[in-house]
C-alpha cells in the first residue's frame, strides 16, 4: 500500500461507522505496519517542522489502523513520538491522544490509555530510545539504539 493511499485510509477511517473501520484495520497488512511505523515517525517530526496538529492526528489514526499488529512496544514507541510533539508545538496531548483512542479498537484504546497513564518519563522519548535533533533547518527524531 502506498504512503498516499494509507494517509487516505486514516481519513476514511477517521469519518467511518465502526464496522467500516474494523474493515480497514482487517485490511492492513504486516508489510503496511511496517511503513505506518515510519510514516508516524515523520508525521510527529513534520508536526513540529511545520507546527500543525494536522499531523499529530493522521499520525495517531494510522497507530490506530495499525492497532498493534505486529508488536505493541512498537506503537508505544510511535506514541512517544506523537506525544513528544504535540507537547512541544503546545497543543494538550492527553486531551488529543483520548479523543483519537474514542474510535479506536479495544486493543489499541487499552494501550493508548495505558500510555497515559505513564510517568512523564516513561512516555518521553529518551525512555523509548530516541533523541531529538534540532538543526536550522529541520527537526527530527533519531533511534539511537535498536531493540
Known sequence: MTKEKIYQLAEEYNNAAETRRAEIINAITYDDSEKIRKYTKKLAELAVQQNKESYLVVGLLLQVMENAKLDFRDNIMQLSLLYHSAKKIG??????????????????????????????????IEAMGFREVLTPCFHYYHKYYEN
Open 91 to 124: 497543543i494538550d496531548a492527553d486531551k488529543l491522544f483520548l479523543a483519537i483512542a474514542q474510535i479506536a479498537a479495544d486493543e489499541m484504546q487499552r494501550i493508548m490509555l495505558q500510555f497515559l497513564q505513564r510517568s512523564e518519563h516513561n512516555k518521553s
